[in-house]
C-alpha cells in the first residue's frame, strides 16, 4: 500500500489528505523522500553535460518534491498539535535532516557546476530573475560551507547537526514547561476577573483535567489575567511561572542549550572567515551591519525608556494609594497599566472585547483583502489536522489564487505564539503550483471566541503574513513568498495591522456579539485614542530583547548567556519593572532555530518601513486607494524575493524611510 504522504494528493487542491496520514506514515516517508532526493541530486551534481541554467539550478528547483511534502505535513503538525510520539519523531528527524542538507551544500561536484554557471552566467542570457536566484544559490552553498575541505568541512557537518538537535531540544523543552503548569483558582481568587476571563479560566480548568478555573501559561490566558487579576500574591506567582519558562532546572532547562548554540554559531562563523555570527547573519539583510543594527534599536530606545520611566512612577503612584507601598514590580505593571487606561481614556478591556468577536475579525480581514486586491474567500469542506482548523479557497475574478487554512485556538499540544507558514508555496517552474497558506494563533476559546485589541491586531498581522505568500507571481520557489531577508519579511505582516486601524473597517467589523450593534462611536474614538497608549512599556519590552539577542552574537559567545543578559540590561538601564518579552531561556525566536537569531531587530526595521508605506495611503486621502494597492502588491507582495529588498521598497515609495514615523506611529516624538 503506498504511503499516502507520498502518494498523489487527490484531494480538493492538493490539500495533504490528513485524515488517511498516521504518525506512522512519517519516519517511513521521510526514509523514502531522502533516498529520492539524494538521487535527484546526484543526477544533477553527476551530470557530464554543459552547464546550462535548467540542468543546475533548474534542476535543483524541481528537486525534493516528495520530501516537501513530507516536511510540509511533519512540521505543521509538529508545531500545531503536539503529542509525544510526533516530539519523539521530531527529535530524530532534525539531526537526519541536518546531515542530508550538510550532504548537498558539501557535495564538490554540484558546487562546482554552479561554480561554472556563476563564471559563465554572461553569455547565458539569463533573465533577471534566473540571475537573481543563481547568486541566491551560490550565495547560500557558500555560506553553507561548500567551499570547506577536509577537517573544516566535516566539523561544519557536525555543527549544523547538533544545532538541528539543540534547536528541537529547546523547542520541546518550553513546550514541556507551558503545558505542564497551571494555577488553580477558587472561587474567591476571581476578584476583579472580568467574566470573559473567568470563561477563559473554566474552559483552561476542563482542558487541564481541573476541576474548576485556572490558569495557565498560554499567553491569551495569562496577560489578562495579570491586568485584572486584584490578587497581588496569585499576579506575582503566574507571572513567575511564567517569567520561569525553559529555567526551572531539570530535563526541560534550557540554559545550557542557549550557552551551547551560541558557540556553535560562533564557531560556525568563524569556519567561514567571519569574526562574529552577527556579520555573518547580517551580511545578506537590509541591514547588513551590527552597527546599523544598534543604531535604529538605540535611537529608539531613548525616547521610549523616558517614556516608560515616566510611566512607572504613574502606576507606582497608583499602587501606594492602593496602600501596598514598595516599588512597582513586573506582576504589577500590567494590572495598573489598565486601571490608568480606565481613568484616562475611559477605556476598560471588559467593555472592548465583546466588539471583537473572532469570526467577525476573521471577516474584516477578508474584507479588506478584498477592496485592496480583489480576493474572495468561500469556505472548503475539507479535513484538516485538528477540528478547530478550517479552510478557504481564495480566488481573484473567478480565478483560483491560493487555499487558507486558519487554526485559531490555544490548546496544549500547541506551541506558543503565532505564525504563518507555506504548506505550498507558490511557483511556476518546473510547473505551476499554487499555495497552501496556513496562519497558526493561540486565541482564547469561547462561545463565541472573543478577541483582546491585540489579539486583532495579531491575526491582522499573520494575514499580512499569508498574504505575501497568496500573492506571490515569481517563477522560481526558492524566492517564492516571503523567502526574501528576514528584516523585510516583516513589512508586509506589520503593514496589514494598519488596516485593523480604519475606522470604517472597526464600524462595519466590531460588532457586539450578543446584539450585533454596531461599536458606538465614542467607544470606537477611544479605541484609536489608545492605540499608543502604554507604548513605553511596550516598546522597551521588545528592543531589550533584540539588544540582548544581537549583543549575545557580536562578539566571542557568553559562557554564560543568563549573566551576559543581566549585563546588557544593566548597560542600557533597563527599568526595573519591566522585563525582556522573551527571556533567554523561552526566546523561541533566536534559539529554536537560526531563522530570528540576530535577527529579532526585524521587527522594528520591518516597522520603519510599515510606518512610513501605511503613510503613502494617508497621503493618498485614502486607506483603499486602488493605485496604491496595486503599487504595493506588484512590487513587494507578488514579487517575493526576485529583487534586493531595498530596491523593492524604493520601487513602492520611491525612497527608502527613516525612524520618524516610526515614533510617530508609537506616540514617542516629544
Same mark, same amino acid.
Given at each position: 500500500?503506498?504511503?499516502?504522504?507520498?502518494?498523489?494528493?487527490?484531494?480538493?487542491?492538493?490539500?495533504?489528505?490528513?485524515?488517511?496520514?498516521?504518525?506512522?506514515?512519517?519516519?517511513?516517508?521521510?526514509?523514502?523522500? $531522502?533516498? *529520492?532526493?539524494?538521487?535527484?541530486?546526484?543526477?544533477?551534481?553527476?551530470? /557530464?553535460?554543459?552547464?546550462?541554467?535548467?540542468?543546475?539550478?533548474? =534542476?535543483?528547483?524541481? +528537486?525534493?518534491?516528495?520530501?516537501?511534502?513530507?516536511?510540509?505535513?511533519?512540521?505543521? /503538525?509538529?508545531? *500545531?498539535?503536539?503529542?509525544?510520539?510526533?516530539?519523539?519523531?521530531?527529535?530524530?528527524?532534525?539531526?537526519?535532516?541536518?546531515?542530508?542538507?550538510? %550532504?548537498?551544500?558539501?557535495?564538490?561536484?554540484?558546487?562546482?557546476?554552479?561554480?561554472?554557471?556563476?563564471?559563465?552566467?554572461?553569455?547565458?542570457?539569463?533573465?533577471?530573475?534566473?540571475?537573481?536566484?543563481?547568486?541566491?544559490?551560490?550565495?547560500?552553498?557558500?555560506?553553507?560551507?561548500?567551499?570547506?575541505?577536509?577537517?573544516?568541512?566535516?566539523?561544519?557537518?557536525?555543527?549544523?547537526?547538533?544545532?538541528?538537535?539543540?534547536?528541537?531540544?529547546?523547542?520541546?523543552?518550553?513546550?514541556?514547561?507551558?503545558?505542564?503548569?497551571?494555577?488553580?483558582?477558587?472561587?474567591?481568587?476571581?476578584?476583579?476577573?472580568?467574566?470573559?476571563?473567568?470563561?477563559?479560566?473554566?474552559?483552561?480548568?476542563?482542558?487541564?483535567?481541573?476541576?474548576?478555573?485556572?490558569?495557565?501559561?498560554?499567553?491569551?490566558? !495569562?496577560?489578562?489575567?495579570?491586568?485584572?487579576?486584584?490578587?497581588?500574591?496569585?499576579?506575582?506567582?503566574?507571572?513567575? +511561572?511564567?517569567?520561569?519558562?525553559?529555567?526551572?532546572?531539570?530535563?526541560?532547562?534550557?540554559?545550557?542549550?542557549?550557552?551551547?548554540?551560541?558557540?556553535?554559531?560562533?564557531? #560556525?562563523?568563524?569556519?567561514?572567515?567571519?569574526?562574529?555570527?552577527?556579520?555573518?547573519?547580517?551580511?545578506?539583510?537590509?541591514?547588513?551591519?551590527?552597527?546599523?543594527?544598534?543604531?535604529?534599536?538605540?535611537?529608539?530606545? =531613548?525616547?521610549?525608556?523616558? %517614556?516608560?520611566?515616566?510611566?512607572?512612577?504613574?502606576?507606582?503612584?497608583?499602587?501606594?494609594?492602593?496602600? !501596598?507601598?514598595?516599588?512597582?514590580?513586573?506582576?504589577?505593571?500590567?494590572?495598573? *497599566?489598565?486601571?490608568?487606561?480606565?481613568?484616562?481614556?475611559?477605556?476598560?478591556?471588559?467593555?472592548?472585547?465583546?466588539?471583537?468577536?473572532?469570526? #467577525?475579525?476573521?471577516?474584516?480581514?477578508?474584507?479588506?483583502?478584498?477592496?485592496?486586491?480583489?480576493?474572495?474567500?468561500?469556505?472548503?469542506?475539507?479535513? $484538516?489536522?485538528?477540528?478547530?482548523?478550517?479552510?478557504?479557497?481564495?480566488?481573484?475574478?473567478? %480565478?483560483?489564487?491560493?487555499?487558507?487554512?486558519?487554526?485559531?485556538?490555544?490548546?496544549?499540544?500547541?506551541?506558543?505564539?503565532?505564525?504563518?507558514?507555506?504548506?505550498?508555496?507558490?511557483?511556476?517552474?518546473?510547473?505551476?503550483?499554487?499555495?497552501?497558506?496556513?496562519? /497558526?494563533?493561540?486565541?482564547?476559546?469561547?462561545?463565541?471566541?472573543?478577541?483582546?485589541?491585540?489579539?486583532?491586531?495579531?491575526?491582522?498581522?499573520?494575514?499580512?503574513?499569508?498574504?505575501?505568500?497568496?500573492?506571490?507571481?515569481?517563477?522560481?520557489?526558492?524566492?517564492?513568498?516571503?523567502?526574501? =531577508?528576514?528584516?523585510?519579511?516583516?513589512?508586509?505582516?506589520?503593514?496589514?495591522?494598519?488596516?485593523?486601524? /480604519?475606522?470604517?473597517?472597526?464600524?462595519?467589523?466590531?460588532?457586539?456579539?450578543?446584539?450585533?450593534?454596531?461599536?458606538?462611536?465614542?467607544?470606537?474614538?477611544?479605541?484609536?485614542?489608545?492605540?499608543?497608549?502604554?507604548?513605553?512599556?511596550?516598546?522597551?519590552?521588545?528592543?531589550?530583547? =533584540?539588544?540582548?539577542?544581537?549583543?549575545?552574537?557580536?562578539?566571542?559567545?557568553?559562557?554564560?548567556?543568563?549573566?551576559?543578559?543581566?549585563?546588557?540590561?544593566?548597560?542600557?538601564?533597563?527599568?526595573?519593572?519591566?522585563?525582556? %518579552?522573551?527571556?533567554?531561556?523561552?526566546?523561541?525566536?533566536?534559539?529554536?532555530?537560526?531563522?530570528? *537569531?540576530?535577527?529579532?531587530?526585524?521587527?522594528?526595521?520591518?516597522?520603519?518601513?510599515?510606518?512610513?508605506?501605511?503613510?503613502?495611503?494617508?497621503?493618498?486621502?485614502?486607506?483603499?486607494?486602488?493605485?496604491?494597492?496595486?503599487? $504595493?502588491?506588484?512590487?513587494?507582495?507578488?514579487?517575493?524575493?526576485?529583487?534586493?529588498?531595498?530596491?523593492?521598497?524604493?520601487?513602492?515609495?520611491?525612497?527608502?524611510?527613516?525612524?520618524?514615523?516610526?515614533?510617530?506611529?508609537?506616540?514617542?516624538?516629544?
Amino acid at each position: 500500500m503506498t504511503n499516502p504522504l507520498l502518494a498523489d494528493w487527490a484531494t480538493p487542491f492538493q490539500i495533504a489528505p490528513f485524515s488517511q496520514i498516521s504518525d506512522s506514515d512519517f519516519a517511513p516517508a521521510l526514509e523514502d523522500a $531522502l533516498a *529520492a532526493h539524494d538521487a535527484e541530486i546526484a543526477a544533477i551534481a553527476q551530470d /557530464v553535460s554543459p552547464v546550462c541554467f535548467d540542468s543546475v539550478i533548474g =534542476a535543483l528547483e524541481a +528537486a525534493g518534491g516528495a520530501l516537501e511534502k513530507v516536511l510540509s505535513v511533519f512540521f505543521t /503538525v509538529a508545531g *500545531a498539535d503536539s503529542t509525544p510520539a510526533r516530539e519523539a519523531l521530531q527529535r530524530a528527524f532534525s539531526p537526519k535532516l541536518a546531515a542530508h542538507f550538510s %550532504r548537498i551544500t558539501a557535495n564538490k561536484a554540484l558546487f562546482a557546476r554552479i561554480e561554472t554557471l556563476w563564471a559563465e552566467q554572461d553569455r547565458l542570457d539569463l533573465t533577471d530573475e534566473q540571475a537573481r536566484v543563481l547568486m541566491l544559490t551560490r550565495r547560500s552553498f557558500l555560506r553553507a560551507g561548500a567551499a570547506l575541505c577536509g577537517a573544516q568541512d566535516t566539523r561544519m557537518a557536525e555543527i549544523k547537526s547538533r544545532l538541528a538537535a539543540l534547536g528541537t531540544s529547546f523547542t520541546q523543552n518550553l513546550l514541556a514547561d507551558e503545558r505542564s503548569w497551571f494555577m488553580a483558582l477558587g472561587e474567591d481568587d476571581l476578584d476583579g476577573l472580568p467574566q470573559f476571563v473567568i470563561d477563559t479560566a473554566r474552559a483552561a480548568g476542563v482542558e487541564a483535567g481541573a476541576d474548576g478555573p485556572v490558569v495557565t501559561l498560554s499567553r491569551s490566558l !495569562i496577560v489578562p489575567f495579570l491586568q485584572f487579576s486584584a490578587r497581588r500574591d496569585l499576579r506575582q506567582k503566574a507571572f513567575e +511561572a511564567w517569567a520561569a519558562r525553559g529555567a526551572n532546572g531539570g530535563a526541560t532547562d534550557n540554559r545550557a542549550i542557549c550557552a551551547e548554540i551560541l558557540a556553535l554559531r560562533q564557531e #560556525r562563523a568563524a569556519l567561514l572567515g567571519y569574526g562574529s555570527f552577527a556579520e555573518y547573519k547580517l551580511e545578506t539583510e537590509m541591514a547588513k551591519t551590527p552597527a546599523a543594527v544598534r543604531a535604529l534599536l538605540m535611537e529608539v530606545w =531613548a525616547p521610549a525608556k523616558d %517614556r516608560a520611566i515616566a510611566d512607572a512612577a504613574v502606576l507606582r503612584n497608583m499602587m501606594h494609594a492602593d496602600g !501596598i507601598n514598595g516599588d512597582l514590580a513586573a506582576w504589577d505593571w500590567r494590572y495598573y *497599566a489598565a486601571k490608568r487606561r480606565v481613568a484616562e481614556h475611559d477605556l476598560d478591556e471588559a467593555d472592548v472585547k465583546p466588539y471583537f468577536q473572532l469570526e #467577525r475579525m476573521i471577516e474584516a480581514s477578508f474584507a479588506c483583502a478584498n477592496r485592496l486586491f480583489g480576493l474572495e474567500f468561500a469556505p472548503l469542506d475539507v479535513p $484538516l489536522y485538528h477540528p478547530d482548523c478550517r479552510a478557504w479557497e481564495v480566488t481573484r475574478a473567478g %480565478r483560483h489564487i491560493a487555499v487558507f487554512i486558519g487554526d485559531y485556538f490555544a490548546r496544549g499540544s500547541k506551541r506558543s505564539g503565532a505564525w504563518c507558514s507555506a504548506m505550498r508555496a507558490q511557483a511556476k517552474y518546473p510547473e505551476a503550483q499554487t499555495p497552501v497558506v496556513i496562519n /497558526v494563533c493561540n486565541f482564547a476559546k469561547g462561545t463565541p471566541a472573543l478577541l483582546s485589541y491585540d489579539d486583532a491586531r495579531t491575526l491582522f498581522h499573520e494575514f499580512g503574513h499569508a498574504l505575501h505568500q497568496m500573492l506571490s507571481d515569481v517563477t522560481y520557489e526558492s524566492i517564492s513568498g516571503t523567502s526574501v =531577508a528576514r528584516d523585510f519579511v516583516e513589512l508586509p505582516s506589520q503593514l496589514y495591522e494598519h488596516w485593523l486601524e /480604519v475606522p470604517r473597517v472597526l464600524a462595519e467589523f466590531a460588532t457586539h456579539y450578543e446584539t450585533g450593534e454596531a461599536m458606538p462611536e465614542a467607544l470606537l474614538e477611544k479605541v484609536l485614542g489608545a492605540a499608543t497608549f502604554d507604548m513605553g512599556f511596550q516598546t522597551v519590552e521588545y528592543l531589550a530583547s =533584540a539588544l540582548v539577542d544581537l549583543d549575545f552574537h557580536i562578539g566571542a559567545a557568553p559562557a554564560d548567556p543568563m549573566a551576559r543578559q543581566a549585563e546588557v540590561l544593566r548597560e542600557i538601564g533597563m527599568p526595573e519593572a519591566i522585563v525582556m %518579552r522573551h527571556a533567554t531561556p523561552q526566546f523561541a525566536h533566536v534559539f529554536a532555530g537560526d531563522g530570528y *537569531a540576530c535577527g529579532y531587530y526585524s521587527y522594528m526595521w520591518s516597522e520603519v518601513m510599515d510606518a512610513d508605506a501605511f503613510e503613502a495611503f494617508e497621503e493618498a486621502g485614502d486607506p483603499f486607494d486602488a493605485p496604491l494597492a496595486a503599487s $504595493l502588491e506588484r512590487h513587494i507582495l507578488s514579487a517575493g524575493g526576485s529583487r534586493d529588498a531595498a530596491e523593492l521598497y524604493g520601487a513602492f515609495r520611491g525612497r527608502m524611510p527613516g525612524a520618524q514615523a516610526l515614533l510617530k506611529g508609537r506616540g514617542l516624538l516629544a
